[in-house]
């Protein structure tokens, strides 16, 4: 089975390249990895389970080869490369804590991140979204995964040049410029991103990286000896100044002139920045800032510099910890040329980008890659273990308040932690939302309140004879689910409200009863309901018992005319709307409030309930049958009834000094506006701002977007009474505003 797995050319690089990576690693292997290993590869090959990628590449020597670039571009780091040989193993049987038990948690904790990465693969997902780099960050767990999924990116890209497979070509290219040369280039991995960049671009159009390669061919000799001319002078000065220094000639990457020729419609003549050349200072640490300055001012002595175009990584550095001067000058030939100065350790930051800061440890975790790489710098000086040894500790929880989840489809979607199966049926359609009865999430079936996680597949099950219910709004934590269901609940009860109220309506018509809203205001409040829609809504759904709504309100009405004996007329909702307080419902002479007849004090009388007067108001005295006397208002609705009919038992009456009144009064004020969210809530701010005004009861019905209130309040006479109504007016959104009568 070993040699049918293995072909003899593949077996050849095999042990190749197995000699190679252990010669890289060196002292950094532990005793028995070497053999470990080889059992390992014996053991998959024999068992024949492990299948070749889609490009009939044999898993274990790619593995073996990104192990090797690995060493190339990040330096020696046993765990690494141990991680990603070992993950192309899993599939022959191996498991995760054999993995563990053999070579340590560290590289379990690897290859397991290795493993989820690759399941995304998968889903058949569309790697060219924001969603899928996200997913792919939350799913690593530990930044080396991701460097390992460049790093192995990287050397697939190497490794299909010319493969017949055009369009898997094709697929990886776009991959990589996408996804991994952008991580690549965030990380500082600006070798492995260039690289990217460039392969990209060769196999996605060959054409056009075939000919900048060739023009920059032809122009290499003149190009190298301008550089000659450009360098000789200032070497001379440098080494004057005592410098310990390299001088490097870095090419423009094709990808890279390829954009500017697009952005400029310029030739590769036309660009003159090819080189860049870079002065690299070999200095202890404490020496890095004033050496770099001084070669600063050497090449500025004997070239003409762009202010424009200082950029001083140096002074402040990169998030991704970049550290560099750099200047452009006019050189000979009247060309601009670009200027690199760097110490040797920065260089090195530069090339192998995040990796090279194995020197340092500690980055906090923040909500976002930004907020986390921009803490690179916080990594204090520790350790002598070698690239990489620390990273362990680098928690990738940048994402950790968001979920990615897939449809059967490989659509993917981004929801918050803690999102439940209904969340997403709303974030896919509010229809599919309302309908949801549940679904399958990773093939198993679940119930609305099922709480996902990144990388489940999720399908939802829809009845359309389901409907939201208030228990919804507990299940969801999206806004959107939650505003969708409430919109949804509303619109349900405004139409069982329709219902309720034409049947009342239609039933207090056949008993010939007056539907008037501010009985039925008082009569909903008499119901246990806080709102005439929830009351209407009840009745509509036959929550209520329409008969006992009835006799209910008939009920208060006999009430309200046995409260008025005597033969004063006062209609049922008249009564029902005023909540009579010891103030407005009986007073004595004592209080000096009411002066009956020319200057009578001491009699007894009530304050009217069918007009509630106060203090300021025109008033009269109405002698009831029972020789108490009920002082209405001058506009009483009653007022011309009892007139007409009794004008023999009224009496003249009038409020007493002129200070103002010694108590509080009930008054009703009728408010209309705009069904607006807030109004309400001003409104209710400005009468707790009165000092002379107490707010009592409140009561409010919306309709087609307007809203009419009764506001009960305690005043002190009609003076308060009027400045609150001209302060509630200036409201936004208030239409009108009566005192009820």
Known sequence: MEEQFFTDNERKILVSDY?????????????????????????????????????GFNPVTSAMQTALCVCECLGADRNMCLA????????????????????????????????????????????????????LLTFAQDIRVIILMIVDRLRLMRAINHHPAEKYVRDT???????????????????????LEDMSLKYSNREVYTKIAHELNQTKAKREAYIADFIAPLKKKLQEEGLNFEIKGRTKSIFSIWNKMKKQHNTVEDIYDLFAIRIVIDCPLEREKPECWLAYSVVTDMYRPNPGRLKDW???????????????????????????????????????????HWKYKGIKSESNLDAWMNNVRDILEAGQNGPMELMRNFKMDVYSREVFVFTPRGDLYKLPQGATLLDFAFNVHTRIGTQCVGGKVNGKNRKINYKLQSGDTVEVFTNPQQEPSADWLSVVVTTKARNKIRSVLK???????????????????????????????RLVSKMGYKTAIAFFSALGAGEIEINDVVDTFCDMAERAAKAEEGGERISASEYMLQQPTEETET?????????????????????????????????????SSEGVIKIHRADCPNAAHIRSRYGSRLIRTRWSGKGGAPGTFTAVLRVVGKDDIGIVTNITSIINKEKSVS????????????FHGFISVGVSDTLSLNQLMKKIETVKGVKNVQRNK
């Not at 290219?173 to 690289?195: D, F, M, W």
């Not at 009860?493 to 309506?505: D, H, M, P, T, Y």
């Not at 002479?589 to 020319?598: P, Q, R, T």
């Not at 707010?695 to 307007?706: A, E, F, K, T, V």
Request: net charge neutral; hydrophobic share 35%.
């Open 173 to 195: 290219a776009n991959e990589a410029s996408y996804l991994y040369a952008p991580l690549a280039h965030r990380l500082g991995l600006y070798a492995i991103k260039s690289e």
């Open 587 to 623: 007073a004595d002479g004592g209080g000096d409030i009411i002066v009956i007849g020319d200057d009578i004090k001491g009699i007894n009388y009530k304050l009217s309930r069918c007009c509630n007067p106060i203090y300021g108001d025109d008033v009269f005295g109405f002698i």
């Open 19 to 55: 000699r190679k990576l252990c010669q890289a690693l060196g002292e950094r292997l532990q005793p028995g990895d070497s053999e470990g290993i080889k059992d390992a590869v014996r053991r998959v090959a024999s068992s024949g389970v492990i299948v070749r990628d889609r490009f």
């Open 314 to 356: 140096l002074s402040i550095p990169k998030s991704n910890g970049y550290e560099s001067l750099h200047i452009t000058v006019y050189g000979p030939e009247e060309r601009w040329v670009e200027v690199q100065i760097r110490t040797k350790r920065m260089d090195v930051i530069a090339e192998k980008g995040l990796a090279a």
């Open 84 to 135: 990603v040989i070992l993950s192309s193993l899993a599939q022959g049987g191996m498991t995760e804590d054999e993995i563990g038990m053999r070579w340590g948690e560290d590289v379990k904790k690897l290859v397991v991140g290795l493993d989820k990465v690759a399941s995304l693969y998968s889903r058949n997902a569309s790697v060219e979204s924001e969603n899928f780099r996200k997913l």
């Open 695 to 706: 707010l009592r009861s409140i009561s409010i019905d919306s309709n087609d977007g307007l």
């Open 491 to 521: 619109e349900a009860e405004n139409k069982s409200a329709e219902i309720g109220k034409e049947l009342l309506q239609r039933r207090f018509k056949n008993r010939k009863l007056d539907f008037d809203e501010a009985a039925i205001s």
